[in-house]
C-alpha cells in the first residue's frame, strides 16, 4: 500500500472536507460537547482556507490511490515569556477516512507533521485527544504522546 503525504492545494478542500464531517459526526455521538453547527464543514474548510498558506500552520493530507484518506492541520505557537520552552507545536486537527484507519496513515500524517515542527525548531508537541475515544488515545500513546494536563468542562 503506497500512501502519499503531501501539502494540501485548494483542490483538495473537497476530499478533506468529507473527512472532517466523518470525523466530526464520530464525536458528537461520543460526546454531546462535541455538537456541531449547521453547516460546519463548510465553516471549517472556510476557516482552513483562510490558514493553510501561513507560515506558522501546516497542512497534510495522505493520498492513496488518488483518493484523499485523511489530513493533519499542525499550528507553531508562542507560549507567554515565563516559559522555558516558548515555541511549540500544536496539532490542530487530525483525521483518517473510515475504512483506512489502523492501516497506517495517521502515523505517516503525524511523522510528516512532527518532521515540519523539527525543521521550525519546536520541541515539543500538544495536543488535545477526546476522553472519550479510546482509539485517537490509543494512536497517541503509540505516538509517544503521554497526558501532561487534563482539559475540562463545567456545563452551566
Not at 71 to 82: E, N
Not at 93 to 108: M, P, R
Request: charged residues 25%; glycine residues 8%; negative net charge.
Amino acid at each position: 500500500m503506497d500512501i502519499l503525504i503531501r501539502e494540501l492545494t485548494k483542490e483538495d478542500f473537497d476530499g478533506i472536507k468529507r473527512i472532517f464531517a466523518e470525523s466530526f459526526k464520530y464525536h458528537e455521538q461520543i460526546d454531546s460537547i462535541f455538537a456541531s453547527s449547521e453547516g460546519a464543514d463548510q465553516i471549517w474548510i472556510d476557516y482552513i482556507d483562510t490558514i493553510y498558506q501561513q507560515d506558522d500552520i501546516q497542512v497534510y493530507i495522505a493520498i492513496l490511490d488518488d483518493d484523499i484518506v485523511g489530513y493533519c492541520v499542525g499550528q507553531i505557537l508562542d507560549k507567554p515569556p515565563v516559559f522555558k520552552m516558548r515555541r511549540i507545536g500544536q496539532i490542530n486537527n487530525i483525521a483518517v477516512k473510515e475504512g483506512h484507519k489502523q492501516h497506517g496513515v495517521g502515523q505517516l500524517l503525524f511523522e510528516k507533521i512532527k518532521g515540519w515542527f523539527d525543521t521550525q525548531n519546536v520541541c515539543h508537541i500538544e495536543l488535545s485527544a477526546a476522553t472519550n475515544n479510546p482509539q485517537s488515545l490509543a494512536f497517541w500513546s503509540k505516538m509517544g504522546g503521554r497526558e501532561f494536563m487534563k482539559t475540562m468542562i463545567i456545563t452551566i
